[in-house]
Structures are given as structure tokens and as C-alpha cells.
């Protein structure tokens, strides 16, 4: 059975390619949003088994995003996939419970990787 990925981007460039990446894998996009509110609204419909969020989009950060999804849901998979990280932003998605970090641009076996020690 195929695990169920919510995909949080504002970049279409980004789905895309999560898309081509995950296609003839075990992972599925269940959905795709573009911003960290749409992805809150969203997270009890979809139910997803995993998240990748952004952490630099317009409106809400990913990094809010994933704070509020997991107070909410302390068991969320929450995956951060960023250009932009700095150690201290590291830090914060560690300590809101985030489960990995991937950064832009990515590979394929790196991001299954951190895929199967997130759903660990």
C-alpha cells in the first residue's frame, strides 16, 4: 500500500518535480499546497502519512505551518525541503518535532531516505 504525501510548496517547479521523483516509488501525492494555510485547512481531509513543507512561502511560513499542524496532530510526519536554512532554523524545526530536513535542490535517494527514517 502506497504511503500518502502532502507536498507544501509555493514553487510549482518544486511539485513538479517531487512529482517525477516519486513517480514508481511506494509514495503517493495525496495533495498539493501552495502555502502553509492551505496545508493546516487541508491536513484533516487529506490525512496525510507524510508532509513536505517548504519553510520560505508567501503568506505563512512553513515553519508556523508545521508548529500548528503538529500541536494538532503530535504525531504528523512533517519533512522540511528548503533552499534557505541556517542552523537556527534547523534548530526550530527539531524543536517544534519536525522529522528531517532535506535540502533544495534534492536527489532522489536522498529524499527517499529521509522519507523511510521519517515513517521509521
Known amino acids: 500500500m502506497s ?3 502532502m507536498v507544501v510548496d509555493d514553487s510549482r517547479l518544486v511539485r513538479v518535480q517531487l ?3 516519486l513517480e514508481g516509488t511506494d509514495y503517493e ?5 501552495r502555502s502553509g494555510e492551505d ?3 487541508q491536513y484533516d481531509e487529506v490525512n496525510p502519512d507524510l ?6 512561502m508567501t503568506g505563512m511560513d512553513g515553519l508556523d505551518a508545521s ?3 503538529l500541536k494538532k496532530h503530535p504525531d504528523a510526519r ?3 525541503i ?3 536554512a541556517y542552523d537556527d532554523t534547523y534548530k526550530r524545526a527539531e524543536s517544534i518535532g519536525v522529522k528531517g530536513f532535506i535540502d533544495k535542490p534534492f536527489h532522489r535517494e536522498q529524499l527517499l531516505k529521509i522519507f523511510q527514517q521519517a515513517l521509521g
Open 67 to 69: 508548529e500548528i499542524i
Open 19 to 21: 512529482g517525477d521523483v
Open 51 to 56: 508532509v513536505t513543507m517548504d519553510i520560505i
Open 29 to 33: 501525492i495525496a495533495a498539493y499546497c
Open 39 to 41: 496545508a493546516i485547512a
Open 82 to 84: 528548503s533552499s534557505l
Open 78 to 80: 512533517i519533512v522540511m
Open 3 to 5: 504511503k500518502r504525501v
